[in-house]
């Protein structure tokens, strides 16, 4: 039985900025605006173990070249403990990337917005409270490696301090169609339950042609 702290969706929103690679821009011509794909179902994270949906997925299609830029978004997180908490994000060709990870230490947050990005000017802090904003992607994992169960995939970079790697680092340069999959554990069985998430957008700019621009979920 999954049992959660409460039945609030945590919208896990993952905003994809993708450029093409394969065709450069044509002269005098601006690139398209960014597109967003997004998944809205709740995600269930229990006590200890995976979340209720693993992976969560995002679909997309109709884009060319490759990906330039990625952000991630993380809508209305309810953490009981942040610091148990592990997210890894998978592009569609495999590679994955330890997002977050034992951050936030073990304060109880409700109802925040944390976007994900390479450019941020800060990590996520540690051991101090968890506020809405905007970071660079954190993996604050010591004495050990994340575990994420299967299906996820057996081998993935990690985000600082941890690991070294960005978004632009494990996902610049790949395809962006096909199936986005973001897998989230509790990984501390403290008897605390740790949260909830819901759904994710994707944004990408293409030089030849316009995607759909679905809107973010609310």
């Known amino acids: 039985m999954v049992r959660v702290r409460s039945s609030r969706p945590i919208v896990a929103a993952l905003a994809l900025l993708l450029t093409l690679l394969a065709v450069?821009?044509?002269p005098n011509r601006a690139a398209a605006a960014p597109?967003?794909?997004?998944?809205?179902?709740?995600?269930?994270?229990?006590?200890f173990g995976s979340a209720t949906s693993y992976p969560a997925t995002v679909s997309a299609s109709g884009l060319s070249g490759g990906i330039t830029a990625l952000t991630v978004t993380l809508y209305g997180l309810d953490f009981n403990r942040p610091d148990d908490v592990d997210i890894l994000l998978v592009g569609p060709t495999g590679a994955g990337l330890v997002i977050f990870s034992d951050v936030g230490g073990t304060t109880s947050?409700?109802?925040?917005?944390?976007?994900?990005?390479d450019a941020a000017g800060s990590l996520l802090p540690d051991?101090?409270?968890?506020?809405s904003g905007t970071f660079k992607p954190t993996n604050m994992t010591t004495g050990g490696a994340d575990l994420f169960p299967a299906p996820a995939p057996g081998s993935f970079a990690s985000a600082t301090p941890t690991g070294s790697a960005t978004f632009a680092s494990v996902f610049n340069g790949t395809a962006p169609n096909g199936i986005w999959s973001l897998y989230i554990v509790d990984d501390?069985?403290?008897g605390s339950a740790s949260a909830l998430v819901s759904g994710w957008p994707r944004r990408t700019p293409p030089p030849t042609a316009s995607p759909r621009s679905p809107s973010p979920p609310r």
Not at 109 to 115: A, D, E, W
Not at 127 to 131: F, H, K, S, V
Request: charge should be negative; aromatic fraction near 4%.
């Open 24 to 26: 450069g821009l044509l």
């Open 35 to 47: 597109s967003t794909f997004s998944n809205s179902a709740p995600i269930g994270i229990p006590l």
């Open 109 to 117: 947050v409700n109802n925040l917005t944390i976007t994900l990005n």
């Open 127 to 131: 051991a101090t409270t968890l506020a």
């Open 188 to 190: 501390d069985d403290n």
